[in-house]
Every structure is written in structure tokens, then in C-alpha cells.
């Protein structure tokens, strides 16, 4: 089993920076590829960022390359997504997710990940 809590979000003007964090408890975490989702007001959940459990594989949602950053810190449990250059369309409640891999996390196959966190909101003032 594996728990999830979100922090780090708020409101931002466009152009400026927020770090999320997800905190992770369960002494599995290491073994489990973690994600960044998304779903502003309206939308579906959509796929933001995976990294895999070693952190060798990063995967990014076309619309965040180049802006936003995922990675981890296994001794810490935690793994962190940096968003740089927010626009207002970021605006939306991020979830942290766990999964077995990247895959799961990117939804191939119809897959979908194991767990999720409660997710926090992230607003971005034009």
C-alpha cells in the first residue's frame, strides 16, 4: 500500500514558478514509477509527467516540455514536479500517481495507475 499527499501548490502570475511535492509513505515507493496528472475545471484528467522508479525514464505531456521538470528523491519518498513559465492553461488540480511503470502511468494498454493522492491546486493569474 501506498500513500500520497500533495503540496506546493497555489496561485502564481503567469510567467513565474511553483515546485510541487508528493510524499509518499510505504516502504515500496523505490519500486513504484511516479507521475504528475492533471484536470482542470471541466476537463478530464490528463497526463502531465512519469518518471520511472530509478528515474532512467522521464516522460512529458507535449504541452510542459521544456517547462516543467519531474524527479525524485528516493531517500526522501517524495518526488517533485518543478513548473517553470506557467501559463493560466496550467491552471487545474495536480495529482501525484503511482504506478508499476511509466506505462502504466502513460495509460498504454488501457492501464491506469494504483494509486493516487488527494491532489492540489495550482492557479495561474494571466
Known amino acids: 500500500q501506498v500513500q500520497l499527499v500533495e503540496s506546493g501548490g497555489g496561485l502564481v502570475q503567469a510567467g513565474g514558478s511553483l515546485r510541487l511535492s508528493c510524499a509518499a509513505s510505504g516502504r515500496t515507493f523505490s519500486s513504484y514509477a511516479m507521475g504528475w496528472f492533471r484536470q482542470a475545471p471541466g476537463k478530464e484528467r490528463e497526463f502531465v509527467a512519469a518518471i520511472s522508479w530509478n528515474g532512467g525514464s522521464i516522460y512529458y505531456e507535449d504541452s510542459v516540455k521544456g517547462r516543467f521538470t519531474i524527479s525524485r528523491d528516493s531517500a526522501k519518498n517524495t518526488v517533485y514536479l518543478q513548473m517553470n513559465s506557467l501559463k493560466p492553461e496550467d491552471t487545474a488540480v495536480y495529482y501525484c500517481?503511482?504506478?508499476?511503470?511509466?506505462?502504466?502511468?502513460?495509460?498504454?494498454?488501457?492501464?491506469?495507475?494504483?494509486?493516487w493522492g488527494q491532489g492540489t491546486r495550482v492557479t495561474v493569474s494571466s
Open positions: 500517481a503511482a504506478g508499476l511503470s511509466t506505462l502504466t502511468l502513460r495509460g498504454v494498454g488501457g492501464q491506469k495507475p494504483d494509486y
